[in-house]
């Protein structure tokens, strides 16, 4: 594992319950971090908290009053991480307008609420900060059957660029990470059909999905000073999936 130190630094994980958003939390928690940890299953939260040390913040990123009242509890912040994200699997022929706008809420509404508010707490504490958007190597090409998860971080990565620009003058860096299939807990059991796993682990010149502390140690990196004169970039953890 990469060593960084983030002692003093104040950072926001939303996603913060499981997966790649509770690989970040540990690994901030263990570079010294005082990491505030989002998401809606409170439970979870609980034992993160216990587990890491992390203050718990209830907060549901599709929903607006949810995400302004968890920032009116939350100190100025030196980092923000957007790990929150769902999917919806459906082929064209079968996708739902509810679907999308569901997805849409969450993977990019959802993380546009959360840069306004940090943003904002950030400028007027004139301190600047990092922010990293957890999207997919799903805005870089296209995926049957994933209509509306593409669409939603091709948004992302969108949003992450126009963040750069207009948050810059303020000292706020903007990036993106592009994971591709990352062995949560979840993609662990949805990825153990050979006829379904075989065919992407071949696209993947690696031979190999992601674990969650690889994509963890980039978000750190791009956290920190070490990566003080990178933004606007959306940098693919995909063991060159989308070089091809």
Request: hydrophobic residues 45%; aromatic residues 4%.
């Amino acid at each position: 594992m990469i060593r960084f130190d983030f002692t003093g630094r104040r950072v926001l994980v939303t996603g913060a319950s499981s997966g790649i958003g509770r690989a970040i939390v540990e690994q901030l928690s263990a570079a010294g971090a005082e990491v505030y940890a989002a998401a809606r299953r409170t439970e979870t939260l609980t034992e993160l908290a216990a587990q890491t040390g992390c203050t718990p913040c209830p907060m549901d990123v599709s929903d607006a009053s949810s995400v302004a009242r968890a920032f009116a509890t939350l100190p100025p912040l030196d980092g923000v991480v957007n790990s929150a994200g769902i999917t919806s699997l459906e082929s064209t022929l079968n996708w739902q307008g509810e679907s999308f706008d569901s997805v849409m809420a969450t993977n990019a509404r959802g993380a546009g609420l959360v840069v306004k508010h940090a943003a904002a707490a950030m400028i007027a504490a004139g301190r600047g900060g990092s922010i990293v958007n957890v999207s997919s190597q799903a805005s870089l090409v296209g995926l049957a059957d994933h209509l509306s998860y593409c669409a939603s971080k091709g948004a992302l990565d969108a949003m992450t660029r126009v963040w750069c620009v207009e948050l810059g003058r303020h000292g706020i860096r903007v990036n993106a990470v592009n994971p591709t299939v990352t062995l949560t807990a979840m993609a662990e059991q949805a990825w153990s059909e050979p006829a379904k796993r075989d065919p992407v682990l071949a696209a993947i010149p690696l031979g190999r999905f992601a674990e969650p502390s690889e994509v963890a140690e980039p978000v750190l990196f791009l956290l920190s000073e070490s990566a003080g004169m990178i933004s606007g970039i959306t940098l693919p953890i995909d063991g060159g999936y989308t070089s091809q």
